[in-house]
């Protein structure tokens, strides 16, 4: 079974400042992994994802993650918010060795961003 | 290029009413996927399609929802006798013909049943 746990349903960060997103995963095969994004009242949008290949993903709007297999972690990074970084972020598996099954999302984080 | 699309993209419904919600996927995409999100479970798998292969119907919630998708692309998704608990936003979304290739989702239909 695979499942996605993101912690903080809610992250404030400052303009300029670091933003970490923190998602775990549970997976009993070998997992491909994805950060969206959701801006209010749109679908949701690829960032990055990793698929076994190098464990430091870039993804768009300067975020990356990094996948982790010791601490079965995959956490989103920015070196430095910008304001228009405010929206939801999920987490989501699938099983690499699984062509054709879902995304298992994790319950989202809101990133907020002041000024 | 296009990406996908969904239509209505609201649905204001009353309990007990029957309701269609369509999805065209990107061209060419042979996975097709539909999502609920709703405020109290998150984002949750309802079924997918691959091809001309026996969709995966293991996320549907009860035996009122249904899907079809014709010709290989248009997908209706099909919910019987309304409850207000099925109030959500629905999403679609296309991938290329390898299951774990990236997902691309459409804006959803928000459903509301009164």
């Known amino acids: ?115 | 290029g296009a990406g996908v699309s969904q239509s209505p993209s609201n649905k204001v419904t009353e309990k007990g009413k029957d309701v269609e919600l369509r999805c065209d996927p990107i061209s060419g995409h042979t996975a097709l996927y539909w999502y609920r999100q709703s405020l109290g479970q998150g984002l949750e798998f309802l079924i997918y399609f691959q091809g001309n292969s026996a969709p995966d119907k293991s996320g549907l919630p009860s035996d009122r929802f249904s899907a079809e998708r014709t010709g290989g692309s248009v997908s209706t998704l099909t919910i019987q006798r309304t409850q207000q608990e099925d109030s959500a936003v629905y999403l679609c979304a296309s991938s290329s013909r390898w299951g774990t290739d990236t997902q691309y989702f459409g804006p959803g239909t928000r459903l509301t049943v009164l």
């Open chain 1, 1 to 115: 079974a695979q499942s996605v746990t993101q912690l903080g349903s809610h992250v404030s960060v400052s303009e300029g400042a670091l933003v970490l997103l923190r998602c775990n995963y549970s997976s009993s095969v070998p997992p491909y992994l994805f950060w969206y994004v959701q801006y209010p009242n749109q679908g949701l949008q690829l960032l990055l994802k990793y698929t076994s290949a190098a464990t430091l993903v870039k993804g768009i709007n300067g975020f990356e993650a990094e996948f982790k297999k010791s601490e079965t972690s995959f956490h989103l990074t920015k070196p430095s918010a910008h304001m228009s970084d405010a929206a939801e972020y999920f987490c989501a598996v699938t099983g690499a060795q699984q062509a054709g099954t879902a995304l298992i999302f994790g319950k989202g984080t809101t990133l907020s961003v002041s000024s």
